[in-house]
């Protein structure tokens, strides 16, 4: 798997796997848990390593159940978490605290690779009092890296000017028709990897017949077109698929390069 450095020196899979609905009952977001591996295992047997959880999708638990069945070696593994904005679980410092615990316990891999910030809270000022928690986890060793999740460019620079550790990914919605363009460009000036969410699922019918076309002259799919496009344009992508043979087309991304016309065309959908 390809990788990109972050800011930090460590190596990041340029590409993983969502997991939102990942061991879940019916594969619905706010169904009960039902601690099944399955999907994961599928998505690792594909190569994927690289694996986004987070509290809110409450599967972190079933994510370091699947890493420890799948019998490879944790440190071949990048896993990212999130901690919540909201007051429960980030509304004071001693809550912070318990987050990360709980993190870190449900997980049950000794270390998180990369740990977000999910969504800004309500003040900067919070953001800071939040990030300062989380760097002293990174001095520990229990975290390698953090991050933030859904900040817009006012919210990184507040965070930057008051950071003692950088931030080393920004994780937010983008897809062909809803890059985010100047955020991607504020990311990569101040060397934070931008993070595709949702890259696959919000694209619209219309643009989708374009990608369609796009692909037949590289043999490939309208959702290989947006991952090959993203991930040459360096950000990472995430996408996630309960199906196998999905799984498997989203990480057969790598064996062609569009031209320089097609990818201009889809930077402007
Ligand atoms: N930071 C945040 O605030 C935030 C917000 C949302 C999501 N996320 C993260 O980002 C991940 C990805 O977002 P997402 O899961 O909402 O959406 P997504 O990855 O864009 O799309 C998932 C949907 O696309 C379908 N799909 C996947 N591969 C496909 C393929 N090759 N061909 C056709 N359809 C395909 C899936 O259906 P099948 O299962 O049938 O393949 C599923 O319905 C999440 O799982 C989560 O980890 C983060």
């Not at 798997?1 to 990041?12: D, V, W």
């Not at 990184?156 to 983008?174: D, M, R």
């Not at 043999?219 to 043979?245: C, D, F, M, R």
């Amino acid at each position: 798997m390809r990788t990109l450095t972050m800011n930090n020196g460590i190596p990041i899979p340029v590409l993983g796997t969502g997991t939102n609905t990942f061991g879940k009952e019916n594969r619905v977001f706010s169904a009960p848990i039902n601690n099944d591996t399955t999907e994961l295992k599928s998505a690792i047997e594909c190569g994927y390593r690289l694996i986004d959880t987070a509290i809110y999708y409450r599967n972190e638990s079933v994510i370091g159940k699947a890493v420890k069945e799948s019998g490879i070696d944790r440190s071949q593994f990048f896993i990212t978490s999130k901690i919540p904005e909201k007051e429960a679980f980030s509304g004071t410092n001693e809550r912070v605290h318990d987050s990360v615990q709980s993190s870190l316990k449900a997980l049950d891999l000794d270390y998180i690779d990369l740990y977000l910030i999910h969504f800004p809270l309500d003040t900067n000022e919070d953001n800071v009092r939040v990030w300062r928690i989380l760097e002293d986890y990174v001095k520990k060793g229990h975290i390698r890296s953090i991050g933030v999740s859904n900040f817009n460019i006012d919210q990184l620079t507040y965070l930057l000017t008051h950071a003692a550790i950088k931030p080393v990914v920004n994780q937010f919605l983008s897809y062909p028709g809803h890059h985010n363009q100047p955020l991607i460009d504020f990311c990569q000036a101040e060397a934070i990897i931008p993070e595709a969410y949702q890259s696959l699922t919000k694209v619209a019918p219309e643009t989708k017949e374009i990608l369609r076309e796009i692909g037949v002259k590289y043999g490939k799919t309208w959702s290989q077109v947006i991952l090959n496009y993203q991930i040459n344009e360096g950000i990472i992508a995430i996408p996630k698929s309960h199906n196998h043979a999905h799984q498997a087309d989203n990480i057969d991304i790598f064996d062609f390069a569009l031209s320089d016309e097609d990818r201009l065309r889809i930077k402007h959908l």
